[in-house]
């Protein structure tokens, strides 16, 4: 078993929860209102809108060139995909920027924002490691 395949094995029955819970379900059955989903995409391109600021902050602090063109381009990703992804939603919505970015933070977006934010502009590139799973994480679920 790989390195990873262990860490995998040892969330097993969290991750298992995780796909359990009723906003996954509705998510992949088709069946979640289209108000909480909504809810969802904008406190997502809220979170985004920081966390692409966190990797870019923490490629300043890289040590190495190519750790830094590795999070630029990790923070460039954030804001291109993702957009490109929530901008089609907005505009089935009829949303402007000034819409979605003028809504305001839930807690469950503002708490890993500040910690994003507090973390990347206080800690050594080292410790800040910790930060890019996010980014990573979301593909899985």
Known sequence: ??????????????????????????????????EAFRFYVIQDA?????????????????PQDQWLM????HAREVIVVERALHEGFFRDWQMGDED?????????????????ARLASMRSFISNAALAPGRFSRTSI
């Open 46 to 62: 809220l979170y985004l809108k920081d966390y692409a600021r966190g990797l870019a902050l923490l490629g300043a602090k890289a």
């Open 1 to 34: 078993m790989t390195f990873t395949e262990s860490l995998w094995a040892s969330i097993g029955d969290i991750y298992g929860k995780i796909l359990k819970h009723p906003f996954i379900q509705g998510l992949t059955e088709g069946t979640l209102d289209e």
């Open 100 to 116: 979605v970015y003028s809504a305001p933070m839930a807690p469950t977006s503002v708490i890993p924002t500040c910690t994003t």
């Open 70 to 73: 590795m999070f630029a381009e």
